[in-house]
T-cell receptor
Framework: KAGVTQTPRYLIKTRGQQVTLSCSPI?????VSWYQQTPGQGLQFLFE???????NKGNFPGRFSGRQFSNSRSEMNVSTLELGDSALYLC???????????FGPGTRLTVL | KNEVEQSPQNLTAQEGEFITINCSYS?????LHWLQQHPGGGIVSLFM???GKKKHGRLIATINIQEKHSSLHITASHPRDSAVYIC????????FGAGTRLTVKP
């Protein structure tokens, strides 16, 4: 069974731009969660999508948004990028909402 | 006070030693996850538990819901166990400890 894939793996953007990250879950998994990891704040929960609906949400500004498609693939969008958005963005899929998390390799975003 | 406290922050052990990592949390949870992150960044889920004890190979995880405390034990530690271990209590979201950096020397 293929694991969780994320694209792109690396991304460089400038302040003010927007970015879209993609996550393909393990086949059969209906939940996709997104996380931000920085050296200063560690891992933080962004949001979870389950069957195309946002099920849970962390404490991030509205510039961070996401969606999930009928095939369970998910995208995360960050608008008006700030320097502090530089981070490793991880997605994880699970069979049930916030169940055992299977993580992708992450997308490393650098904002200049 | 952080919602999730892990101890110790750093741990160096000799191969073969018994390791214990502790996690205390103040939030209500439906389950607690233990994660392992290797230097390359990849994260692997080790356990998800909501009560009692789970064992997988040399790893054991326990949780006491009343005391809001969980422990991860590694028996007969090996250099390949060197990684950052993160506890993550979850309910309607996931909270994360700062992680315990474990180094096992041969």
């Amino acid at each position: 069974k293929a694991g969780v894939t994320q694209t792109p793996r690396y991304l460089i953007k400038t302040r003010g731009q927007q970015v879209t990250l993609s996550c393909s879950p393990i086949s059969g998994h209906r939940s996709v969660s997104w996380y931000q990891q920085t050296p200063g704040q560690g891992l933080q929960f962004l949001f979870e999508y389950f069957s195309e609906t946002q099920r849970n949400k962390g404490n991030f500004p509205g510039r961070f948004s996401g969606r999930q498609f009928s095939n369970s693939r998910s995208e995360m969008n960050v608008s008006t990028l700030e320097l502090g958005d530089s981070a490793l963005y991880l997605c994880a899929s699970s069979l049930v909402s916030l169940g055992e998390q299977f993580f992708g390799p992450g997308t490393r975003l650098t904002v200049l | 006070k952080n919602e999730v406290e892990q101890s110790p922050q750093n741990l160096t052990a000799q191969e073969g030693e018994f390791i214990t990592i502790n996690c205390s949390y103040s939030v209500g949870i439906s389950a607690l996850h233990w994660l392992q992150q290797h230097p390359g960044g990849g994260i692997v889920s080790l356990f998800m538990l909501s009560s009692g004890k789970k064992k997988h190979g040399r790893l054991i995880a326990t949780i006491n819901i009343q005391e809001k405390h969980s422990s991860l034990h590694i028996t007969a530690s090996h250099p390949r166990d060197s990684a950052v271990y993160i506890c993550a209590p979850g309910n309607n979201d996931m909270r994360f400890g700062a992680g315990t950096r474990l180094t096992v020397k041969p």
